[in-house]
């Protein structure tokens, strides 16, 4: 059965997203909004070979999201003509804790777990959040919604390396201990470099780096096997 999904990555300042038509993983549109809370904030959406970009004014994230819907379903630009048309949602949360070791279905019990965390992550847990909520504005309470988050690849990090030498009731008290961050993106680059190289995803092991461009707004992963730069 063919859906409609959307994707959000919602920053400390920026709100990063794309449309897929499933199961065929097709790119129907992708786009950012970004200096969110800045005089000027820089929007941009790609639609097949067309791009737009806007100079306005976004106050907040609620803001942003509300003016990616008008792009999505601009009738010269858009790639949908209704919010309807999009049957599920998903956002890439930053600290999910040592609660989540997966992809989740959002609900209270979650929200909760996002807001324990946001102390963890301050720039990123809260505009996630945000995200959740207004998504939920937006498509209405019955679509279905699923969080990834970033902490969850690691989970598998022992005791010995996830703790510092520090008080353990630094731990206790106030959770501070090593998560591990992007892992969405290393469990990406690690599963593809695996499927490249004819091996199944628990037969290989990686060294996988982070990397920036010039672009703030484009992350980019890349590993070297031997002298073969994956993307």
């Known amino acids: 059965m063919q859906m409609k999904v959307i994707v959000f990555n919602c920053g400390s300042s920026s709100i990063k997203y794309q449309l897929f ?9 992708k786009g950012i909004v ?20 806007i100079k306005k004014q976004i106050k907040n994230h609620e803001e942003g999201l509300a003016f990616i819907k008008q ?8 790639a949908i003509k209704s919010l309807e048309e999009i049957g599920a949602c998903g956002h890439r949360v930053v600290h999910g804790g ?4 997966g ?10 777990v996002i807001e324990e965390f946001a102390d963890l992550a301050p720039l990123h847990n809260p505009p996630n959040l945000v995200g959740i909520r207004e998504a939920k504005k937006l498509f209405g309470e019955n679509i279905p919604q699923v969080a990834c988050f970033d902490t969850a690849f690691h989970q598998s990090i022992p ?12 731990y206790e008290k106030y959770k501070i201990r090593r998560y591990g961050f992007h892992g969405t993106s290393h469990r990406f680059v690690a599963r593809r470099a695996a499927e490249i190289l004819g091996k199944g995803k628990y037969e290989a092991s990686f ?25």
Request: charged share 30%; glycine share 8%.
């Open 98 to 101: 040592d609660v989540f070791s």
């Open 207 to 231: 060294i996988t780096c982070l990397l920036y461009t010039s672009d703030a707004a484009d992350d980019l992963l890349c590993v070297d096997l031997g002298g073969r730069r994956i993307i």
């Open 71 to 78: 792009m999505l379903t601009d009738s010269g630009a858009g």
């Open 34 to 53: 970004e200096r969110i809370g800045e005089e000027s904030s820089d929007c941009r959406q790609q639609v097949g070979g067309k791009e737009i970009k």
């Open 21 to 29: 038509q499933m199961p065929e993983e097709k790119l129907l549109a």
């Open 103 to 112: 992809s989740v279905n959002v609900d209270n019990a979650l929200e909760k």
């Open 159 to 170: 005791e010995k390396a996830y703790f510092y030498a520090l008080p353990y009731e630094f």
